[in-house]
């Protein structure tokens, strides 16, 4: 399940198509009419995490399903061109865990 904090989402001014919109495979995040993204059909999403990783104000996260956490946590991702990191936070934003993956180069 993905989580839009509407407070960190700015709808991607300038943009015809959001970033989420254009990355995911399913076009499934879409900008409402108060300039938010929100997800046309969260039963669709199959949380490959693309969005996640590439949305420029961190608005989004994943929702672990509760057979990997009762609490909900949450995951959020940041990338750059050599590594992803990513970070496990409470639904209060406090963090719990976070680790890089680096990302492989063509040679
Ligand atoms: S990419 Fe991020 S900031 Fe842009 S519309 Fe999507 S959620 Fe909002
Ligand atoms: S996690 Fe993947 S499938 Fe789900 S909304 Fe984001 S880009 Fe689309």
């Known amino acids: 399940m993905i989580h839009i904090d509407k407070n960190r989402c700015n709808g991607c001014p300038g943009r015809n198509i959001p970033l989420c919109e254009q990355i995911c495979p399913g076009s499934l995040p879409l900008?409402?009419?108060?300039?938010?993204?929100?997800?046309?059909?969260?039963?669709?999403?199959?949380?490959?995490?693309?969005?996640?990783?590439?949305?420029?104000?961190?608005?989004?996260?994943?929702?672990?399903?509760?057979?990997?956490?009762?609490?909900?946590?949450?995951?959020?991702?940041?990338?750059?061109?050599?590594?992803?990191k990513f970070t496990l936070k409470t639904r209060t934003d406090e963090t719990v865990a976070s680790y890089d993956v680096e990302t492989k180069r063509r040679s």
């Open 31 to 84: 900008r409402g009419e108060d300039g938010k993204a929100y997800l046309r059909d969260q039963s669709a999403c199959w949380n490959c995490c693309s969005c996640v990783k590439n949305c420029p104000r961190r608005a989004l996260a994943i929702v672990l399903p509760f057979q990997i956490s009762e609490t909900q946590l949450r995951l959020t991702a940041r990338c750059n061109s050599r590594n992803t």
